[in-house]
């Protein structure tokens, strides 16, 4: 992945654009570790112990009914998903989907605009847990060279479409797909905790 991963590659970038970048790459768990808060387990690789350590800290976290910070990615991209699909079903005016996306669209602008072009162009590949049984026929029913509109940007991974269907195949209602002719994209791999898994961001 040499050709997709320069070292200096976010050298172009300001201060701000990294750390959009970084932030993009983090669960709110990692957030709250990043802005300092000292009662944040911390960074394992382990997967199992981390998904075990990150669950006791969000519910101590719940019970104490603390104000913590937010998966930020997350929400900014479900707000821009909400919006569109708002769009998509005849509603122009919802106060409360417009309101979402307000609150998150500099960031969304801010971020996309880092995107960098490939040459050649890549594939990759996304993995979706916890589908509906609709969800799950949709995407049974679709075929090689099929188009997916996707309104916000999502993490994929450029290692082999492989590595996510055995992952899938370990977790119940899961679809894995792969996306060719990649030209754009947000190498988050440079910065991210979780570099293990060559996330681009599309």
């Known amino acids: ?23 993009a790459s983090l669960s709110s768990v990692d957030i709250d ?17 981390r998904a075990r350590t990150y669950a006791d800290y969000r519910a101590m976290v719940e019970r104490a009914s603390w104000e913590r910070n937010p998966d930020l990615f997350s929400k900014a991209s479900s ?21 979402a996306l307000s609150k998150h669209i500099k960031f969304l602008c801010c971020l ?7 040459q050649p162009p890549t594939k990759t590949s996304k ?18 060279g099929d188009k997916i509109f996707w309104p916000s940007p999502t993490t994929t991974t450029i290692v082999s479409a492989q590595h996510n269907e055995v992952a899938a195949s370990e977790t119940d209602r899961c679809v894995c797909f792969e996306i060719s002719n990649v030209t754009q994209g947000i190498d988050t791999h440079a910065v991210s905790p979780y570099s293990l898994y060559w996330e681009l961001l599309l």
């Open 33 to 49: 570790r990043t802005l300092l808060f000292s009662d944040v387990p911390p960074f394992t690789p382990n997967k199992d112990e």
């Open 79 to 99: 707000a821009l998903i909400s919006y569109s699909e708002a769009l998509q079903n005849g509603v122009e005016e919802d106060e409360a989907v417009t309101a």
């Open 1 to 23: 992945h040499k050709h997709h991963f320069e070292p200096n590659h976010l050298a172009r970038c300001t201060p701000l654009g990294v750390l959009l970048i970084y932030l």
């Open 112 to 118: 996309t605009s880092l995107r960098k072009d490939f």
């Open 127 to 144: 993995l979706l847990r916890g589908l509906s049984e609709q969800e799950l026929m949709d995407f049974k029913a679709k075929k090689t």
